[in-house]
């Protein structure tokens, strides 16, 4: 694994985009994996392993087609009629995603701050539009630099509850809902595609932006490898402390704020910060597959999409995680398998162009 300053900036990247409102707030790490007890380590391991190993050839294949979106990429995997196929139910489920967190930042907002849930989302949706009008390598720094803040949140969280938490290890299994390792396994398979999915438009993006093909595979791979980590402790901190948080839409600032209001405050503010990344990233990868970037259609684009994505967040954000992610989760999981055949193919074949 090479990693200079390009490669770590792509990795930090990519978590930032696959981090999510979900994520952050740990509502879909509980319901994907903290309600299914210790089994559920078996599913962060595959979810870390799909989000490196994918990830890293996904990377590569961007810089390799140096593709600006994922169309060239899916056609490649798929063929150009079933890739179209793939091309609309992502389009269609990223934009479900990206709705849902900005539904997740209102709830942020008016849970820590009080500000009123529609307000919440509108401020999210101006900051994203704004930040739309700027150049790509504007867009990727800024979808990277939240990352390390976010990872010293979550070991702190992890780190206290370690030591203070209710529920031990031996005693997860016992408190939380549905322990099961049929659960455990098939959540970490889904969860993976549906966190592999988040990324894959933007990781596309930067890969064909990358200067070579080892240093956008070694920054993806960089990532997933992050990733795994932080999915660990949050699942680890959100079991130890299952019976405070079963019932929060964000968990995770529960366990905040019960170490201290100053971290509830700090881990808001760099929750609303990830979910800006996350929506960011989809928000341009889905205007970049459609128009130009920067041309005048990009800027109608963006317009309209922003104002769309609002009116539809009204839906609210646990229902639609809920109801939208595990479709999202087996969309991912047809692209990662269209990743590994192409992949096991030209390693038949002993090409080594592209990945």
């Known amino acids: 694994m090479t990693l200079n300053k390009e490669a770590i900036k792509i990795g930090f990247a990519y978590v930032g985009v696959v981090v999510g409102a979900g994520f952050s707030t740990g509502q879909e790490v509980k319901q994907f994996f903290a309600d299914y007890g210790l089994w559920s380590y078996i599913g962060v391991i595959i979810s870390g392993l799909i989000l490196s190993f994918i990830g890293r050839q996904v990377a590569k294949i961007g810089t390799g087609l140096d593709a600006d979106n994922h169309q060239s990429t899916l056609e490649y995997l798929f063929g150009k009629a079933f890739g179209r196929i793939i091309d609309y139910l992502l389009i269609i489920c990223l934009l479900g995603i990206s709705i849902t967190m900005i539904a997740g930042a209102g709830s942020t907002f008016k849970e820590s701050y009080g500000v009123p849930t529609w307000l919440g989302a509108l401020i999210m949706c101006i900051l994203i539009f704004v930040t739309l009008l700027m150049n790509f390598n504007k867009i990727v720094r800024a979808l990277g630099f939240v990352t390390p803040f976010l990872i010293i949140m979550v070991v702190l969280i992890a780190a206290v509850f370690l030591f203070k938490g209710q529920v031990s290890l031996p005693e997860v299994n016992s408190t939380v809902k ?8 098939l959540n970490g398979f889904v969860y993976g595609g549906l966190a592999f999915s988040v990324g894959f438009t933007t990781l596309i993006a930067i890969g064909g932006d990358a200067s070579r093909r080892r240093i956008s595979g ?136 592209i990945a």
Do not use: C
């Open 218 to 353: 070694s920054g993806a791979l960089f990532g997933g490898i992050i990733y795994t980590i932080l999915l660990a402790l949050i699942n680890f901190a959100l079991q130890s402390e299952y019976p405070s948080i079963k019932s929060s839409s964000i968990p995770t600032l529960t366990l905040a704020d019960s170490i201290h209001p100053i971290v509830s405050t700090v881990l808001s503010i760099i929750m609303l910060l990830v979910m800006y990344n996350t929506i960011l990233g989809l928000s341009y990868s889905i205007a970049a597959r459609f128009t130009k970037p920067y041309s005048k259609k990009y800027y109608i684009f963006i317009t309209v999409l922003m104002l769309l994505s609002y009116g539809l967040s009204f839906f609210g954000f646990e229902d639609l995680i809920k109801v939208l992610y595990p479709t999202m989760g087996w969309i991912g999981l047809i692209v990662i398998v269209g990743v590994l055949v192409k992949y096991f193919m030209r390693k038949k074949e002993n090409k080594k162009f």
């Open 178 to 185: 549905h322990p099961s390792i049929f659960k455990g396994i």
